[in-house]
């Protein structure tokens, strides 16, 4: 039957169909009909081959498009196809042609597996930085003097700078730009911190928790208290070298108290299939302490139930800056309790491979800033070994290794 607006009106999906593709065809126009789907939307089509292939192009909605425009736009299409072109592939050139850099990096964040917070700074690289800059262009247009002039306006903030350069260049490797002028732009240097608490600071962080749960601290002619789930989750960060997500997203059924582990899904170290490893979260005796002094809320899954039902504890930021007033570590970050953590473990002897598994880390590289103090270890080991050696050697008394057997 020919395609009219009455017919098209009349069209229905047909009972018993589940979700195959219908489509009326126009008995006058080969190719051209009007594809009826399972809600009642209705669009106009045009069928055809090309390099072999079938192809189905959408001409439009039906509706906003009459059917006399819908079959011009089949007749023009179909001439193109005799032409030998391929209409639909000739579309989506037109509109990769026409994509902006923030197009590709907003296309870029959708389509990768990310952690919220991760996905929140790319998200927020581009709102702050990327767009304003770069997002008009195109990706061929950009050149290495834009991306220079580009990390040059964030020489303040390096971090940021080197996270924004690699979710540009990732976008622009995306969008096939041949000799991506991001490579032949350095990355800016981070400054990487080595900040550890030794036994004193750790001694005057534990005061400043006992005080700032109990009766509070006065910082500044004010009494600061904090609340007991900021003080357990600040003692689990240094028991465990967990990440501060990690924490404060436990839920009961992640905690195994008999194997005195946690294990969770959602963390940071990703698979290669981009799908979230298991990462378990070993639970020495003070971790084991912390938990079991934790108020239970029948039918609350948190461990750190937040102020609003249902929702666990947001943010420790507050509460570490009366922690830090209180024990006058003012340069010390929560992050860097997972750094003494590890570096307590180095110290002790442990190996890079043992403290890069306490910490999660996916990779040996990520636990290569903890190899001096490990390094320190082996060498005050092997002063040992070689002493007791030397002086079997010559004959004196004194304290002697004994090597298993």
Same mark, same amino acid.
């Given at each position: 039957m020919k395609l009219t607006k009455r017919a098209c009106e009349a069209a229905k999906y047909p009972d018993g169909a589940g979700n195959k593709r219908h489509v009326v065809w126009d008995t006058e126009l080969r190719g051209f009909g009007l594809r009826v789907y399972p809600t009642g939307a209705k669009s106009f089509v045009f069928s055809y081959r090309a390099n072999g292939r079938k192809r189905l192009r959408t001409l439009g909605p039906f509706g906003p498009l009459t059917v006399h425009?819908?079959?011009?736009?089949?007749?023009?299409?179909?001439?193109?196809?005799?032409?030998?072109?391929?209409?639909?592939?000739?579309?989506?050139?037109?509109?990769?042609?026409?994509?902006?850099?923030?197009?590709?990096?907003?296309?870029?964040?959708?389509?990768?597996?990310?952690?919220?917070?991760?996905?929140?700074?790319?998200?927020?690289?581009?709102?702050?930085?990327?767009?304003?800059?770069?997002?008009?262009?195109?990706p061929s247009a950009v050149t290495d003097d834009d991306v220079r002039r580009f990390m040059k306006a964030m020489d303040d903030i390096p971090y940021q700078a080197n996270r924004a350069r690699f979710l540009l260049g990732a976008a622009l490797r995306r969008a096939k730009v041949v000799n991506n002028p991001v490579d032949d732009v350095a990355a800016r240097p981070e400054?990487?911190?080595?900040?550890?608490?030794? #036994?004193?600071?750790?001694?005057?962080?534990?005061?400043?928790?006992?005080?700032? +749960? %109990? @009766?509070?601290? =006065?910082?500044? $002619? *004010?009494?600061?208290?904090?609340?007991?789930?900021?003080?357990?989750?600040?003692?689990?960060?240094?028991?465990?070298?967990?990440?501060?997500?990690?924490?404060?997203?436990?839920?009961?059924?992640?905690?195994?108290?008999?194997?005195?582990?946690?294990?969770?899904?959602?963390?940071?170290?990703?698979?290669?299939?981009?799908?979230?490893?298991?990462?378990?979260?070993?639970? #020495?005796?003070?971790?084991?302490?912390?938990?079991?002094?934790?108020?239970?809320? +029948? %039918? @609350?899954?948190? =461990?750190?139930? $937040? *102020?609003?039902?249902?929702m666990h504890f947001f943010s420790l930021h507050r509460s570490w800056r009366w922690v830090r007033a209180a024990t006058e570590l003012e340069d010390v970050r929560i992050h860097d309790l997972r750094h003494s953590h590890a570096s307590w473990g180095a110290s002790s002897g442990l190996s890079l491979l043992i403290v890069g598994q306490l910490l999660g880390h996916s990779s040996p590289s990520a636990t290569q800033r903890y190899a001096h103090l490990w390094k320190d270890k082996l060498v005050e080991a092997a002063e040992s070994v070689a002493s007791g050696i030397s002086a079997a050697m010559e004959g004196k008394s004194g304290d002697v290794v004994e090597f298993p057997s």
């Open positions: 425009e819908a079959r011009r736009r089949a007749e023009k299409a179909r001439v193109e196809v005799a032409d030998g072109k391929d209409p639909v592939q000739e579309a989506r050139k037109r509109r990769e042609a026409t994509k902006t850099v923030r197009d590709q990096v907003e296309e870029y964040i959708n389509d990768q597996t990310l952690k919220e917070s991760t996905e929140k700074t790319y998200r927020g690289l581009l709102e702050k930085h990327i767009g304003p800059r770069l997002g008009h262009l195109t400054p990487r911190r080595e900040r550890y608490l030794g #036994p004193d600071e750790l001694s005057r962080l534990g005061d400043a928790l006992r005080r700032l +749960e %109990g @009766d509070g601290v =006065v910082i500044n $002619g *004010r009494t600061r208290r904090i609340p007991w789930q900021a003080a357990a989750a600040l003692r689990l960060l240094i028991f465990t070298g967990a990440r501060t997500g990690e924490i404060l997203k436990l839920r009961w059924e992640h905690i195994d108290l008999d194997r005195q582990v946690a294990t969770i899904s959602d963390h940071k170290t990703k698979t290669t299939t981009r799908h979230a490893a298991p990462r378990r979260i070993i639970l #020495p005796k003070p971790a084991i302490e912390v938990l079991e002094g934790i108020p239970k809320t +029948e %039918g @609350d899954e948190w =461990v750190f139930p $937040g *102020r609003k039902p249902g």
